[in-house]
């Protein structure tokens, strides 16, 4: 199982990002994927989930209406899409397969 995750960065409060977590070793569309981010000083937290089909998703309350998780079985690949990004969003984002496989993470930092 290999995940890495990709399109972290610097970006403003108000602003977007789109991260993506490459999946490989694994039957990607068999599985949950899941999106945790772990701030600074803070204990990691689930963001979002998404079914392995992509119809279901479930979010954190401090990110609905803000972040979308996608997936695209054909690619192998899962989204989280960010918008209306605040600075208390500033963490590394984690992909995670179930069964307890994780990615390294990628870092966002909101700030001015």
């Known amino acids: 199982v290999h995940l890495v995750e990709s399109g972290g960065g610097l970006v403003q409060p108000g602003g977007s990002l789109r991260l993506s977590c490459a999946a490989s070793g694994f039957t990607f569309s068999a599985y949950v994927m899941s999106w945790y981010r772990q701030a600074p000083g803070k204990e990691r937290e689930l963001v979002a989930v998404i079914s392995s089909a992509g119809g279901t998703t479930n979010y954190a309350e401090s990110v609905k209406g803000r972040f979308t998780i996608s997936r695209d079985n054909a690619k192998n690949t899962v989204y989280l899409q960010m918008h209306s990004l605040k600075p208390e969003d500033t963490a590394v984002y984690y992909c995670?397969?179930?069964?307890?496989?994780w990615g390294k993470g990628t870092l966002v930092t909101v700030s001015s």
């Open positions: 995670k397969r179930s069964g307890d496989y």
